[in-house]
Antibody, heavy 121, light 107 residues
Framework: EVQLVESGGVVVQPGGSLRLSCVASGFIFDDYAMHWVRQSVGKGLEWVSLVSWDGLKRHYADSVKGRFTISRDNGKNSLYLQMNGLRPEDTALYYC??????????????WGQGTLVTVSS | EIVMTQSPATLSVSPGERVTLSCRASQSVSSDLAWFQQKPGQAPRLLIYGASTRATGIPARFSGSGSGTEFTLTIASLQSEDFGFYYCQQCNSWPLTFGQGTKVEIK
């Protein structure tokens, strides 16, 4: 069974930094691209970032480019999101998701339960 | 970036009815389109990818169609467990983008 468990979400002040983590199990982690997707309370889904299976290719939403960095450690079956220069509009539930092999990783096919980031003074 | 627009925003439906949800892209995404279902308090679930291919374990009452800029998700006969939110997502070009969602509620 695929399991994705996110952690690291806390309350942080505007301008602050935070690193989210996601530990994967139940599949061969380094076969898959991985995503971060976020959702503000009561709002829709917003794609944030993707990293390729080998960590060499990274893509970002325009809203986070230059502030967030996605990375992975295949030896630890872990995905990360380093978030710098946080803004109130970054407040959201952050999901870790596995990229579907059938879509060259571009579509998330399994999701964690999310970790809540709140940016507030 | 490609803007995905879903309609309607809310759909009130009785169990057993046929449901049609629409998703429009601001430019062609070929068949690089997925549909997700999300229930309150739960993570999204992949229903359809490649515009028309059902994901593993998805019932046959769900079907997707379309290409280019116009896409449709059809639920042949709505079941009680199908109520919730539905989102489309394009994966044709970066950044990936979601539609704003359609809420399917009980009539």
């Amino acid at each position: 069974e695929v399991q994705l468990v996110e952690s690291g979400g806390v309350v942080v002040q505007p301008g602050g930094s935070l690193r989210l983590s996601c530990v994967a199990s139940g599949f061969i982690f380094d076969d898959y691209a991985m995503h971060w997707v976020r959702q503000s309370v009561g709002k829709g889904l917003e794609w944030v970032s993707l990293v390729s299976w080998d960590g060499l290719k990274r893509h970002y939403a325009d809203s986070v480019k230059g502030r967030f960095t996605i990375s992975r450690d295949n030896g630890k079956n872990s995905l990360y999101l380093q978030m710098n220069g946080l803004r109130p509009e970054d407040t959201a539930l952050y999901y870790c998701a596995r990229g579907s092999l059938a879509t060259t990783g571009r579509i998330p096919d399994s999701w964690g339960q999310g970790t809540l980031v709140t940016v507030s003074s | 970036e490609i803007v995905m627009t879903q309609s309607p925003a809310t759909l009130s439906v009785s169990p057993g009815e046929r449901v049609t949800l629409s998703c429009r892209a601001s430019q062609s995404v070929s068949s690089d389109l997925a549909w997700f279902q999300q229930k309150p308090g739960q993570a999204p679930r992949l229903l359809i990818y490649g515009a028309s291919t059902r994901a593993t374990g998805i019932p046959a009452r769900f079907s997707g169609s379309g290409s280019g800029t116009e896409f449709t998700l059809t639920i042949a006969s709505l079941q009680s467990e199908d109520f919730g939110f539905y989102y489309c997502q394009q994966c044709n070009s970066w950044p990936l983008t979601f539609g704003q969602g359609t809420k399917v509620e009980i009539k």
